[in-house]
Structure formats: structure tokens, C-alpha cells
């Protein structure tokens, strides 16, 4: 039971309150392969629902997408923080999205504070030069990438997105 106390009583506490007081921050980290390139309206679509999710839901996060013109390959890096189980839960719909595949979580786990507090769903278009200074992530959606990713190789998934925040900040 979830109490407040209030002088020398103690009164149980709204159901929400208590729900709230109790959730335990969380964040995952992932990486995915596109089916295809997006178009800008694409990419607008899938913030726009995100975003909508994500104010419903109580979460907040970062959505990265690079696209390699030379192999016409796209992937996205998205980081969900919030309450463990809509984070769990918007990515069990991330996991159902057709747009995409070869999903990889990269980090998750319990945090004490969100690292994104003011976006719903931050967005960043980024190429090789932006990843490049974090190993293992310059050559994102190639063969050797997606091998480390899936051997649990790569590190430093929280540090580029909080650099992407840091650049807007």
C-alpha cells in the first residue's frame, strides 16, 4: 500500500498518486534496420505518433536516423525513458512496426533521473561524420556493425545520444 502522511494520520493515497510516487524510471536503448529509406514525410509521420505515444504515455527520448546513400540503406538508434512499463510497452509496438527490422537493444535498464526531460521525441538526421567519434558507430547498418550490436560489442549507446541533446542545448 502507498500511504501519505498527513499530521498524525495516515491516509491512503489516490490510486494515481501512489502509482506515480512508485514507478521506477527506466530507459532502452536500440538500434534497427529501415525497410527502406524514409521520406521526409515519413520520418514526420513516425515523430508525429511518437510524439502523441510518448506525451500519452509519459515518456521521453531521442530518435536518431542515418541513411547510407552508397548502399540505400536506412536504420534508426531510438532511446524510450520513462516508467518501465510503457517503455516496455511503446517498444513491444516498436518490435511490431513492419517500417523496420533486425531490432537490437543496445542498453536498458533502471535510471534515477530522464536524460531527455523536455522532448517527447527528439530527432536528429545524422551521417557517419556525427557518429564517428563513438566506436563502433560510424559504420551504423553495416554487416560488422549489426555483428558487434548482436555480441553485445558496442558501448556508449547513452553517451552519442546525450551528445545529439548536448548540440541543442
Request: proline fraction near 5%; charge should be negative.
Amino acid at each position: 500500500a502507498c500511504f501519505w502522511l498527513r499530521g498524525a494520520d495516515r491516509n491512503p493515497a489516490p490510486d494515481n498518486v501512489c502509482m506515480k510516487a512508485t514507478r521506477r524510471m527506466y530507459h532502452l536503448i536500440y538500434v534497427s534496420q529501415a525497410t527502406r529509406p524514409m521520406s521526409e514525410e515519413d520520418l514526420a509521420s513516425i515523430l508525429k505518433k511518437s510524439r502523441d505515444y510518448n506525451t500519452k504515455d509519459g515518456i521521453t527520448g531521442l530518435l536518431i536516423y542515418k541513411f547510407t546513400p552508397s548502399e540505400n540503406r536506412a536504420n534508426f538508434m531510438q532511446l524510450l525513458e520513462g516508467p518501465e512499463e510503457n517503455v516496455l510497452a511503446a517498444f513491444a509496438r516498436i518490435e511490431a512496426d513492419k517500417r523496420h527490422h533486425t531490432k537490437v537493444v543496445l542498453e536498458q535498464g533502471e535510471i534515477s533521473d530522464r536524460n531527455f526531460p523536455e522532448w517527447s521525441m527528439g530527432f536528429r538526421n545524422a551521417d557517419a561524420p556525427d557518429l564517428a567519434k563513438f566506436d563502433g558507430y560510424s559504420d551504423l547498418g553495416s554487416p560488422e556493425f549489426w555483428a558487434r550490436a548482436e555480441d553485445g560489442q558496442l558501448t556508449d549507446a547513452l553517451e552519442i545520444m546525450l551528445s545529439f541533446y548536448a548540440d541543442e542545448f
